[in-house]
Structures are given as structure tokens and as C-alpha cells.
Nanobody, 126 residues
Framework: QVQLQESGPGLVKPSQTLSLTCTVS??????????WSWIRQPPGKGLEWMGA???????YLSPSLASRTSISRDTSKNQFTLQLGSVTPEDTAVYYC??????????????????RGQGTQVTVSS
């Protein structure tokens, strides 16, 4: 059974860097043709795809967030990590990790992904 679990601080101060980790079990993140994404949903708004890291280690970022986003991985721990810099209150959202094949860069629903986490609330506030 494949499981994804997001972890990280629930509260981040403005201008700081938000860092979230997704721990994957049941499938290796290096599995060919699998892509591992970060998606968020601000309160009252739709889902926003933020970026992904491929089985190969290549990364794909949303153009609107690319200047302050990075995604990395630790294959020894089967984890991938999101870092979002210079956060503002507008970055308050529920953050999800998800994965599968093919690469998806738009999101209508999380069930479009083969695997997905439960989501974690992140609030940006001083």
C-alpha cells in the first residue's frame, strides 16, 4: 500500500522560508516515470500545482512560483522536500504532496494523482 505523509511546521513567519517534507512508503520515488508533486489550496480557493520532482531528479516548477520555490529529494529516506521562500500571508494554505504518472502540471482534483497525502495546514503569520 502506497502512503504519502506531509510533515513540517504549521506556522511560519512572513519573509521566512517554508519547508515541507513528504515521506513516501510503498513505492520508491525513483520508480521510472513517476513524478512527485506539491499542490496547495488557499482558503476559499482552488488547487494550485506548485512543482514536481521526477524519478530522475529533474524538477519542474510553476512559473508563478519558480523564483522562490525549490524541490529536492533524499532517495535514501524516500522523501522529497518543498522549500518556498519569502512567504507572505497569501501563502497560507493546505499543502499536499502527491505522485504518480504522468507528470501533471494542472490540478482539478487530487484524485487525478495516483497517490496523495492527507495535506497539512500551513499558516503564515507573525
Amino acid at each position: 500500500q502506497v502512503q504519502l505523509q506531509e510533515s513540517g511546521p504549521g506556522l511560519v513567519k512572513p519573509s521566512q522560508t517554508l519547508s515541507l517534507t513528504c515521506t513516501v512508503s510503498g513505492v520508491a520515488i525513483t520508480t521510472s516515470y513517476y513524478y512527485w508533486s506539491w499542490i496547495r489550496q488557499p482558503p476559499g480557493k482552488g488547487l494550485e500545482w506548485m512543482g514536481a520532482i521526477a524519478y530522475s531528479g529533474s524538477t519542474y516548477l510553476s512559473p508563478s512560483l519558480a523564483s522562490r520555490t525549490s524541490i529536492s529529494r533524499d532517495t535514501s529516506k524516500n522523501q522529497f522536500t518543498l522549500q518556498l521562500g519569502s512567504v507572505t500571508p497569501e501563502d497560507t494554505a493546505v499543502y499536499y504532496c502527491a505522485g504518480g504518472s504522468p507528470l501533471r502540471t494542472t490540478v482539478n482534483g487530487l484524485n487525478e494523482f495516483d497517490y496523495r497525502g492527507q495535506g497539512t495546514q500551513v499558516t503564515v503569520s507573525s
